[in-house]
């Protein structure tokens, strides 16, 4: 299965959607296979990873109530290694289509399990709120990616998301947890930047990396690129890069494991050679024959 981290925080505009598709295009750099999901009605990540919202056939919205699997609403982007399930205002419907069913808050969960190990990692980008949306992303995540302005009012709201993440671990979601907080939009030349992400430190991982704030990472969008697509050298292309560096060493990318099924291990040739004296020879036994053999080489391996 994927690591799935859902980007959130309930405070508008904090820099969720570009931290989304930032790292999701620079984990997808790396080599590793990225699925990012629009959670968000606005279709901000959709729009900036070129996905015309005019275009799209199949959203989140089908996915949540049940009108399409998963990998039908799967499209891909121009960024190699990188997939998005898109969304459209339709998705505003959901919260309201969703209340009433019994499921409302693992329904995303339920979808991703279906993709199996197809993607690396899978990055939810959340609205700016705490309903029903972001929700069933957080019943879905492994973890979750918090990006924070460092704001006078930052902590009250972190306060609130994790009384959330509380409310869902305790419901849905046991091993739920924060993984790390982003500071976005870093100006360090203003000393309550410093001062607010000293506190924020004090209580949680703090991502060693900045994202600081940089022109060319709000003028992608509107190019429908992610910025390591429009100007892959500044300052902000260059931060999500490290992020996603970090990232790596969390979760290291998995071995192909077909390679390794493949290599014979030492003891296999003996295991497989012992059991052929015990061979029956009439047609109705080998079945029970081989798998008494495999049996008997199985205590032998244990
Ligand atoms: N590091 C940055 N430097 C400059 N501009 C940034 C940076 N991060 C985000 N922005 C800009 O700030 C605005 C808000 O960012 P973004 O859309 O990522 O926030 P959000 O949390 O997803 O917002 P919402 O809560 O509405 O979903 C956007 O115009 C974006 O281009
Ligand atoms: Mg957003």
Redesign the pocket.
């Known amino acids: 299965m994927a690591v799935i981290f859902a980007?959130a925080?309930q405070?508008?505009?904090?820099?969720?959607?570009?931290?989304?598709?930032n790292l999701a295009a620079s984990l997808a750099a790396a080599e590793v296979s990225v699925l990012l999901v629009d959670c968000?009605p606005?279709g901000?990540?959709t729009s900036g990873t070129g996905v015309s919202r005019g275009s799209v056939e199949r959203s989140t919205y089908d996915v949540l109530l049940g009108q399409c699997t998963l990998a039908e609403a799967i499209v891909s982007t121009p960024v190699k290694g990188l997939d998005i399930v898109p969304a459209t205002q339709d998705l505003v419907a959901a919260e309201l289509e969703l209340v009433d069913l019994a499921d409302r808050a693992t329904r995303l969960r339920a979808a991703l399990e279906t993709l199996g190990d197809r993607y690396d990692f899978v990055i939810l980008?959340?609205?700016?709120s705490l309903g029903l949306l972001t929700v069933n992303a957080l019943s879905a995540a492994d973890r979750v990616i918090v990006?924070l302005q460092c704001e006078y009012f930052a902590l009250e709201g972190l306060t609130h998301l994790m009384a959330t993440i509380d409310r869902i671990k305790g419901a849905f979601n046991p091993d739920l947890a924060v993984e790390g907080v982003v500071l976005?939009?870093?100006d360090g030349r203003n000393s309550l930047t410093h001062q607010v992400a000293d506190e924020v430190r004090d209580h949680f991982r703090v991502y060693s990396t900045v994202?600081?704030?940089?022109?060319?990472?709000?003028?992608?969008?509107s190019h429908g690129v992610p910025a390591l697509l429009y100007d892959a050298q500044s300052r902000?292309a260059q931060?999500y890069l490290g992020l996603a560096r970090e990232i790596l060493e969390s979760f290291p990318k998995k071995e192909p494991e077909p390679e390794k099924a493949r290599e014979p291990a030492p003891e296999e040739p003996e295991q497989a050679a012992e059991p052929e004296p015990e061979k029956p020879t009439k047609p109705a036994r080998p079945a029970k024959g081989s798998a008494k053999a495999s049996a008997k080489a199985e205590r032998k391996a244990g």
């Not at 405070?11 to 598709?21: D, Q, R």
């Not at 600081?212 to 990472?217: E, G």
């Open positions: 980007v925080n405070k508008g505009g904090v820099g969720k959607t570009t931290t989304s598709v968000d606005q901000n990540a980008d959340c609205p700016p990006p976005t939009m870093f994202i600081p704030r940089n022109v060319r990472l709000s003028e992608a969008p902000g931060a």
